[in-house]
């Protein structure tokens, strides 16, 4: 099928921080460059940390374009970590509490091309890209075949995944007690998982996947997916979500002064 029938059919939920004006402008672009995707989805619906109070800007913003969609203030931001697996639960959530089927799940700095409504994927009931570094091809000796045969570490920033097949996504008590646990340390660096191992929004997102036994389906094809690992391999990148690289007509897009490579 078309990916362009599945998102006619899903919910985008997407996630963000913001704290000025420049955020909120750098988002309308954002939202003006992914528009006539967006358009295809059923529902938009958008959970947002702050550092300022820019909520009415926030509302204003994504009303001006969807004025159905739904806005979900986050109470708390718990910083980088807890920050994001809290807004990914919020958009999870409200999908489970409205019955719905589908969810893709974004995020407010990932853009996309009208390409990828052309895109023809199989059956699954999760669709993804996987995330993969430098260090993590490490451990495969750089050995491209078991990596493809092996590592399942989805990237947590665009996917889509059957609702309807899930329990939870991010266990919140053990967010919490987690929470309280990094809160207690003398100078805590910020990076939580060299504290705790396995404490990952991915590792999260591939425990859903696991535990709910869904199947899954790469949205990167593999004659892509090796020239990816190379790229990777020969520039020592050791970052797994890709950022400011356009795959498939997705791009990660954090750094919006700097150029995007496509491959």
């Known amino acids: 099928m078309l990916l362009k029938e599945l998102i006619n059919k899903s919910v985008y939920g997407t996630i963000g921080y913001?704290?000025?004006q420049d955020d909120i402008d750098i988002l309308e672009s954002y939202i003006l460059y992914n528009l006539l995707v967006l358009k295809e989805f059923k529902q938009i619906v958008i959970a947002t940390n702050y550092g300022s109070p820019f909520q009415i800007q926030n509302s204003q913003l994504w009303?001006?374009?969807f004025p159905e969609c739904v806005l979900i203030d986050s109470r708390v931001n718990r910083g980088h970590n807890h920050g994001y697996t809290d807004l990914d639960n919020l958009v999870f959530d409200w999908c489970k509490e409205n019955n719905e089927e589908w969810l893709c799940k974004g995020a407010n700095d990932v853009i996309f091309n009208n390409s990828i409504l052309e895109k023809e994927v199989g059956d699954a009931d999760f669709y993804y890209m996987n995330g993969i570094g430098y260090g993590g091809m490490v451990k495969y000796d750089?050995?491209?075949n078991r990596i493809i045969n092996e590592d399942f570490y989805?990237?947590?920033?665009?996917?889509?995944?059957?609702?309807?097949?899930?329990?939870?996504?991010?266990?919140?008590?053990?967010?919490?007690?987690?929470y309280q646990f990094i809160q207690s340390l003398p100078n805590y660096n910020g990076r939580i998982w060299e504290y705790l191992?396995?404490?990952?929004?991915?590792?999260f997102l591939k425990n859903c996947?696991?535990?709910?036994?869904?199947?899954?389906y790469h949205l990167l094809p593999e004659k892509k997916y090796l020239y990816l690992l190379q790229v990777i391999k020969d520039n020592n990148i050791h970052d797994c979500s890709h950022k400011n690289i356009m795959i498939e007509g997705i791009c990660h897009?954090?750094?919006?002064e700097q150029p995007i490579i496509e491959i």
């Open 18 to 20: 913001i704290k000025s």
């Open 63 to 65: 009303k001006k374009y």
């Open 142 to 144: 750089f050995d491209f």
């Open 154 to 178: 989805p990237q947590t920033n665009f996917y889509f995944i059957n609702i309807s097949k899930t329990d939870f996504l991010n266990d919140k008590t053990f967010l919490n007690e987690t």
């Open 197 to 203: 191992q396995g404490w990952s929004c991915e590792d």
């Open 209 to 216: 996947i696991e535990r709910n036994n869904l199947t899954k």
């Open 253 to 256: 897009f954090p750094y919006n």
